[in-house]
């Protein structure tokens, strides 16, 4: 339950005085649903409004406070604006509404009496003006007015004035809350208390106090990464409290798969293997995250980790998020293990009746011994007979929860996350921060480097009769669609549209997936490719992960400058899988961005996805680095990856060591603590705690 105290801040912002339902509705598109999102929608600029000269002396141009008094109202007749004619003792000038009401006017600026006016001059032909007042207020408010303001982005209708309003108004809501952070590193860092940091964040004095590295925003930066560090430290908790067991094989089905291999592992893999082993040796549970780019050869280490288990007489399962990946790592597994004696079933949403029952029934006897599957090895249904390791591909599109569910199905079981996404370290401790990490940062050797171009979009007709070369000398082409908007359906009648362009000059030679259709379908359309009639396959981004097809070695990518760099780095690694060169086209549509253009460049001149990753976040920032859709990542209102990269390794330590203090966060810093995860909503994660 959120503790009452919280109760002020997590109410509707058409609670807030003055807030009716209309701009509640424009505040929500702004900031947020909830007055606590107020407080989060920081400044993004300031106008200074001390600056009060007379009339005679304010500039064109100009932001100025004015005091003056009202001498008399012209009303516009027509289209021609209302003017209100105010003065001092310099001079006069001419206050103009366009579309305004006379008799509001007439309260606001009443006949002979004197206001503080505040807002551009412009002067015309010597005459000066102010165009709609940002403040008019009577003498007493003055101070109201002549101050640094900030302004925020905002959205259509909705004034600054009107959200300066209502974050006045939460800020008046803010309560006293004991301090969560650590004593010694709030002395260290300087930082102010939660209370102050929030009202200082909103009423900043200069540029300098809106930097994210100023100490009250630095301080809200650290609240919420601790918040985050502490979720995914509680879930991390509880996993580890489960017993692990020992599994330690003795090397003979693990020795037998490397003999048959006609390579030896790249030291990178037997790094990560020897990490591996030395979890699953220890009585503890693996938590471990294997990061690898695309090709790194994670599959091979994801066998041999289960052939550790299967040697001491267990199961593994080895779990991807979509069907074709599923059938992919199947097929690569299965003869491997087989020519050395492991029996492997597939389990998908897709069997169904009898063949399913059969499944089941040998996952639960333990003749099944690697079971590779989708979702469908979550259900209750499944049940193994002694799973001892779960491998989980591409993780982030699950989540921390069902990482917990797969790990019920047996006792203790070690799991293993592998992900091909080059994240940067920063945001791998925001997602996996419960996880110890692996990286393949080696390539197995024998890759050709891919040429990769960036091309501008007028010169498409160019990039067609490119790839007509090289289809007509055996090439098989990715063409990749861009995303349209957060919209499948407009992804796929885009990439519809370009198939059948592409079909008036290609002919059947053409085919088109995308994620809309069935799963059989979509094999179908992966075999043609792989082996069949079509040499150009128009793909929406459902070939991102996974999919091999070691004759495709060219790769068109429209409007590349819509896609994160992780993600255009994923799609790339499709290609440049065989022995033959690659040629990756990058077309842009002109003009490019700065960002978009170094953004791409980037791509060009790398092929390392970490170092890419590592990039995109410096350019971009962590909100867009992976692309917002699908992305599992948690999103953050404070922190900002890049600026306070220094501070999340900090909470981590900060969050593990205060859960080995206080497990069940029960001690005075532990309850202000499970505050701080209900004030980010992370307070999924207070569930893991006794009694809560
Ligand atoms: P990932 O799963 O990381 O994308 P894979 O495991 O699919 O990579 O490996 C990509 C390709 O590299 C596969 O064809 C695999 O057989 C091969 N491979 C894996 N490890 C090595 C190695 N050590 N040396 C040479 N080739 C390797
Ligand atoms: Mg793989």
Redesign the pocket.
């Known amino acids: 339950m959120r503790p009452e105290i919280l109760f002020p801040l997590f109410a509707d912002v058409s609670q807030l005085s003055g807030i009716g339902p209309r701009y509640a509705k424009l505040i929500e598109k702004a900031a947020g649903p909830q007055i606590v999102d107020l407080l989060w929608h920081l400044p993004s600029g300031m106008v200074d409004r001390r600056f009060s000269p007379t009339v005679a002396d304010a500039p064109d141009g100009m932001i100025a406070t004015l005091t003056v008094t009202t001498m008399r109202h012209e009303p516009g007749r027509g289209r021609a604006p209302y003017r209100v004619i105010c003065a001092d003792e310099t001079g006069e000038i001419e206050l103009v509404y366009f579309h305004a009401k006379g008799d509001w006017l007439e309260k606001l600026l009443p006949h002979g009496q004197k206001r503080v006016i505040s807002g551009k001059v412009e002067r015309f032909r010597g005459k000066a003006q102010m165009p709609h007042p940002d403040h008019v207020v009577p003498l007493e408010e003055a101070d109201s007015v002549r101050i640094v303001e900030p302004t925020h982005p905002s959205t259509d209708g909705l004034h600054q004035r009107t959200i300066r309003k209502a974050i006045e108004g939460a800020l008046a809501r803010v309560p006293v809350l004991d301090e969560w952070i650590n004593a010694t590193l709030v002395q260290a860092r300087g930082w102010p208390a939660w209370g102050a940091a929030v009202k200082a964040v909103h009423h900043p004095q200069n540029r300098l106090e809106m930097e994210p590295d100023s100490l009250p925003r630095q301080r809200l930066a650290y609240d919420e990464i601790l918040a985050n560090q502490l979720a995914l430290a509680l879930v991390r908790a509880r996993m580890k409290k489960q017993k692990g067991r020992v599994i330690k094989g003795d090397g003979r089905l693990r020795d037998a798969i490397l003999k048959n291999l006609p390579?030896?592992?790249?030291g990178a893999?037997r790094t990560a293997l020897s990490e591996i082993e030395g979890d699953m040796a220890a009585p503890n549970r693996m938590l471990r995250l294997l990061q690898?780019?695309?090709?790194?050869?994670?599959?091979?280490v994801a066998l041999v980790t289960m052939a550790n288990a299967i040697e001491c007489g267990a199961q593994a399962a080895l779990m991807a998020p979509t069907e074709i990946l599923a059938r992919q790592h199947f097929a690569?597994i299965e003869p491997l293990a087989r020519a050395v004696g492991i029996r492997c079933e597939i389990l998908t949403g897709r069997d169904k009746g009898k063949t399913r029952s059969t499944i089941l029934g040998r996952i639960a006897e333990g003749t099944a011994q690697i079971v590779v599957g989708t979702h469908a090895l979550f259900q209750e249904e499944v049940e193994f007979r002694d799973l001892a390791v779960a491998v989980i591909d591409e993780q982030h599109r699950f989540g921390v929860h069902q990482r917990m569910v797969l790990g019920q199905k047996g006792q203790g079981v070690d799991i293993l996350v592998m992900t091909?996404t080059p994240i940067p370290r920063t945001l791998v401790m925001t997602a996996y921060g419960d996880l110890d990490v692996s990286r393949?940062t080696e390539k197995?050797?024998?890759r050709q480097p891919i040429d990769t171009r960036v091309v501008s979009n007028d010169r498409l007709m160019d990039v067609i009769d490119g790839i007509a070369r090289r289809m007509d000398s055996g090439a098989k082409v990715y063409w990749v669609c861009p995303l349209v908007e957060e919209s499948e359906v407009l992804d796929v009648a885009a990439a519809e549209e370009r198939a059948s362009t592409l079909r008036e000059r290609f002919g059947d030679r053409v085919g088109l997936i995308h994620g809309r259709m069935k799963g059989p379908e979509k094999d179908k359309m992966m075999a043609s490719f792989k082996e069949g009639s079509v040499d150009l396959l128009v793909a929406t981004t459902v070939i991102e992960v996974g999919v091999?097809v070691p004759d495709a070695t060219v790769m068109v990518i429209e409007h590349a400058e819509r896609f994160g760099l992780a993600q255009l780095h994923q799609l790339r690694?499709r290609i440049g899988?065989g022995d033959k060169a690659s040629t990756c086209l990058l077309v842009y549509a002109a003009p490019l961005s700065e960002t978009g253009r170094a953004r791409l460049s980037v791509m060009r001149d790398s092929e390392d996805g970490f170092g890419i990753a590592e990039e995109d976040l410096k350019l971009r920032g962590a909100g867009e680095v992976l692309g917002t859709r699908q992305s599992g990542l948690p999103t953050f209102r404070m922190a900002d990856a890049a600026a306070h990269n220094d501070l999340f390794e900090v909470a981590r330590d900060d969050a593990r060591l205060l859960l080995n203090q206080d497990p069940e966060l029960e001690g005075a810093r532990g309850k202000a603590v499970r505050t701080l995860l209900y004030l980010f909503e992370r307070d999924a994660a207070v569930r893991y705690l006794r009694g809560a």
């Open positions: 390579f030896s592992l790249t893999q690898g780019d695309v090709g790194s050869g994670k599959t091979l690569t091909a393949l197995p050797p024998g091999d690694g899988r």
